[in-house]
């Protein structure tokens, strides 16, 4: 079993900048893939940014450029560093594990960007 808890979701206006982190129950050494996902009201979950195989990132093509994924390996944490953030930003952001071919899920952080 993988615990996930995301923090630091929040209000912003446009070009603003939030960052998100998210602590693993387990050693992020023993996941395959950790990330954040993110889904607005009516629409699928998607993919914002993760780490794949190691330490190599997979990001979507709506957030090149303004997103950056990272990680602590001593804390466990994967952070989202969120700049210039839009309206269309605006979703529920999930950390997601992938571990021994099974996939874990945080509660959510709420991502509100006003224009």
């Known amino acids: 079993q993988v615990q996930l808890v995301e923090s630091g979701g929040g209000l912003v206006q446009a070009g603003g900048s939030l960052r998100l982190s998210c602590e693993s129950s387990?050693?992020?050494?023993?996941?395959?893939?950790m990330g954040w996902f993110r889904q607005a009201p009516g629409k699928q979950r998607e993919l914002v940014a993760t780490?794949?195989?190691?330490?190599?990132?997979l990001y979507a093509d709506s957030v090149k450029g303004r997103f950056t994924i990272s990680r602590d390996n001593a804390k466990n944490t994967v952070s989202l560093q969120m700049n210039s953030l839009k309206p269309e930003d605006t979703a529920v952001y999930y950390c997601?594990?992938?571990?021994?071919?099974?996939?874990?899920w945080g509660r959510g952080t709420q991502v509100t960007v006003s224009s």
């Open positions: 997601r594990a992938v571990s021994s071919g099974n996939v874990y």
């Open positions: 387990r050693s992020i050494f023993s996941i395959n893939a």
């Open positions: 780490f794949i195989s190691g330490s190599s990132t």
